[in-house]
């Protein structure tokens, strides 16, 4: 094993920590995860999880158990730390840098000299840099490289993470790694240190382009499911089917049209888009078109459900799906959890909620009595509107003449 990895710190244990942490630790590095959520390190120190993903349980148990992976609340002396926290935007659409800032501030005692620090949360162009100077405020005895000529005792780099939800694990080993270091030698010892558990390629590139790239590939998918909305809302203006026309389209060999869904949903494509709008505002007019394209459609698929319940006197409607897209557990900036809470607060009758992945309604749905998590079977069987809102296997499975007699709302083209 390179010895110069022997000790490394992921802060922020979450989608892209917790796998990065039990990774690294089951390939015999020593890693000190640290979270600010006292619960969340009390139950990872147990070897238990607290988000869903295929294989993450085994592998962070196996990672406890062999004492190669211990949580923390505060940072501990470490070769490399890798910051993986979250980068919301604010109400007004501006990017919320305040948890990368905590993070350096949390790390910047224990730096020392010849350490790595590398930035994976997806950030605004110019934030890698942003880092170096929050650290050089904390850490005057230190210097941090702020431009490529630049010289300093600790390496800076930005390496986006790019991992699907779902298929995190084979991910974060196998995809190609861009990094982006503030100087050409923090990258290539950035590269170094993810020659330890990727298999695929790494990159090198200037920590700016690396930056941009991460939110690109999020905006260019984000573009291109709006075209697939937008053609939704056409065809049925036009009374066509939306996914027989992309199907067909999908035969030219140079097509390649996205799905199109109750609005785009995630913690990534719905917000990374926004960092390059507010970096470069006159600029960025299809990448803000296009996200204001996919958050119209919830409300165009509620307005389908209301209309829809005006047929009946006490409408009984099932909801299939709560999660932002299929065959996971994860709710953040669902639009299909959206959509069920706002027919909710409408009190027009009895909604029962279909989402296998969960255990119970998250709160603002478990205040309603009108509104039940219930079993597929049973929600179809007693509902008059069956709203199709999450491709989940077992929806797409659905048998067909269960939904008869129904009044059906497929945002997903499952049961065409
Ligand atoms: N969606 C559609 N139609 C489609 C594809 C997706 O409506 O044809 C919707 C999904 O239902 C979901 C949303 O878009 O609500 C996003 O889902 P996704 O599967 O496209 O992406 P994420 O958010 O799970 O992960 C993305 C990935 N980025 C790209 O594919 C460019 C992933 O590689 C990134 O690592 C991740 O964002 C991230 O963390 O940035």
Redesign the pocket.
Known sequence: MDHQFDRVSVIGLGY?GLPTAAVLANRGINVVGVDVAPEVVDRLNRGEVHILEPDLDVLVRAGVNSGHLKTTLTPEPAQVFVIAVPTPFREDRSPDLSFVESACRAIAPVLERGNLVILES?SPVGTTERVAHWLAEARPDLTFPKCPTDRGDVYLAHCP?????GRILR?LVENTRIIGGITPGCAAKAEQFYRTFVSGRCILTRARAAELC?LT??A??DVN?AF??ELSLICARLGIDVWEVIELANHHPRVNI????P????????V?PWFIVHSAPEEARLIRTAREVNDAKPEWILRRMLDASERFKEPRIACLGLS???NIDDLRE??ALHIVEAFARRRLGEVFVVEPHIPALPPALKEHAHVGLTDLSTAVERADIVVGLVDHEAFKTLDRSALMSKVLIDARGMWR
């Not at 993470?161 to 939800?165: D, K």
């Not at 996205?258 to 869904?261: A, R």
């Open positions: 892209i997806t993470e790019r991992v699907l939800p991910e991460k590939e999020n260019f998918r499911i697939a909305n996205l799905q199109p869904g609005g785009v949903g995630g913690h990534c494509i719905a990374d932002y897209k299929a669902s639009p």
